[in-house]
């Protein structure tokens, strides 16, 4: 079975362009996570969707965006890209968010992709 | 505030060694989730372990060992026998459910495992 998979997995961009990272959950997942890890450091939370609404934000400018598709994929989006934005964005994907409080939900193990590394120069 | 500390940058040991990997975690919440994720240098995070914060219980698997301790806010991993295939950044992670029900993540360690 395939896993979460990213694309592209390594670009090069310059200050004040556009990126698009693609994510595609594992079969059967309908929840997406976006996380940004600067080298050296944690992965930070940016986005969850789930059923194509977004279910939280971290704490980003609103320079990214993202959103989810019918099939479950998704995009993540950075406008205005800064030197500060390099980083391996991580996509990763869960059957669907733990609703804290819900009898019988639960916190569902994340299961990553293997990353999208971009550098802006 | 939610806050994972894992207070070990680098750790460096020969094959064979026992290694302790520490978690120290901030929650108010009485409900959450404790997790430890592998990260080799591919860079795609594994998955190791979920804990629920009402299950104490320690757990073995293998050569992994984990102790999750409430009174002390601590989930420590121990890797025995250690061999160079566990060399790796290890991260530990939090979550509290609702819209921040993802994954609070420590800054990681970086365990060296040399032959």
């Known amino acids: 079975d395939a896993g979460v998979t990213q694309s592209p997995t390594h670009l090069i961009k310059t200050r004040g362009q556009h990126v698009t990272l693609r994510c595609s959950p594992i079969?059967?997942?309908?929840?997406v996570s976006w996380y940004q890890q600067v080298l050296g450091q944690g992965p930070q939370f940016i986005f969850q969707y789930y059923e194509k609404e977004e279910r939280g934000r971290g704490n980003f400018p609103d320079r990214f965006s993202a959103r989810q598709f019918p099939n479950y994929s998704s995009e993540l989006n950075v406008n205005a890209l800064l030197l500060g934005d390099s980083a391996l964005y991580l996509c990763a994907s869960s059957p669907k968010p733990w609703e804290s409080g819900k009898r019988g939900s639960g916190a569902n193990v994340l299961t990553f992709g293997a990353g999208s590394r971009l550098t802006v120069l | 505030a939610q806050k994972v500390t894992q207070a070990q940058t680098e750790i460096s040991v020969v094959e064979k060694e026992d290694v302790t990997l520490d978690c120290v975690y901030e929650?108010?919440?009485?409900?959450?989730?404790l997790f430890w994720y592998k990260q080799p240098p591919s860079g795609e995070l594994v998955f190791l372990i979920r804990r629920n914060s009402f299950d104490e219980q320690n757990e073995i698997s293998g050569r992994y060992s984990w102790n999750f301790q409430k009174s002390t806010s601590s989930f420590n991993f121990t890797i025995t026998a250690s061999q160079v295939v566990d060399s790796a950044v290890y991260f530990c992670?939090?979550?509290?459910?609702?819209?921040?029900?993802?994954?609070?993540f420590g800054k990681g360690t970086k365990l060296s495992v040399k032959p």
């Open positions: 079969s059967g997942h309908k929840s």
């Open positions: 992670a939090l979550s509290i459910g609702g819209s921040q029900g993802n994954l609070i």
């Open positions: 929650t108010r919440d009485t409900t959450y989730y």
